[in-house]
């Protein structure tokens, strides 16, 4: 059940047929101003729109959207959440072209658990693991030169 009052910002069908081609991502949240926050202030995404129900964010190239659970109470997946603690539990967000020691240090401000630091990989890449709400784990990563 939606709890936005007044209109969405496009036509739920306009937004659909808009959706780039290529991989999507819906995280499903208590609240969506909690993951929000986190997407913009922590991992530097735009924020294209948000409401009590709904958000489209813009990061790195790409299209994600965050939705509210109560969004999905006549959904196929209704009672797949609940009783579960963590989300995304064996899911790596990874964020590629993304700075790491900026995201770690932007995490670390806020308060989030930083599950690993950046760090040099042997496969050529630097990398953090953030843990930001709900157990949602995010990977930036930066390709080392050379």
Not at 43 to 66: E, K, P
Not at 107 to 129: F, M, N
Request: net charge negative; with cysteine; proline share 5%.
């Amino acid at each position: 059940m939606k709890k936005r009052t007044g209109q969405a910002w496009m036509p739920a069908d306009d937004f659909g047929r808009s959706l780039p081609r290529g991989v999507g991502l819906n995280l499903l949240v208590p609240e969506v101003a909690e993951m929000e926050a986190f997407c913009r202030d922590v991992l530097g995404a735009t924020i294209v729109y948000s409401d009590v129900d709904f958000a489209v964010v813009h990061l790195l190239g790409s299209v994600f959207m965050l939705h509210a659970d109560h969004t999905y109470l006549d959904h196929a997946m209704t009672g797949v959440l609940e009783g579960v603690e963590l989300r995304g539990q064996g899911m790596e967000i990874r964020l590629y072209g993304a700075d790491p020691d900026a995201i770690e240090a932007r995490a670390r401000d806020a308060g989030h658990t930083v599950l690993a630091g950046s760090l040099d990989k042997p496969h050529g890449i630097r990398e953090c693991y953030i843990v930001g709400p709900h157990g949602y784990i995010f990977v930036p990563s930066a390709a080392l030169s050379g």
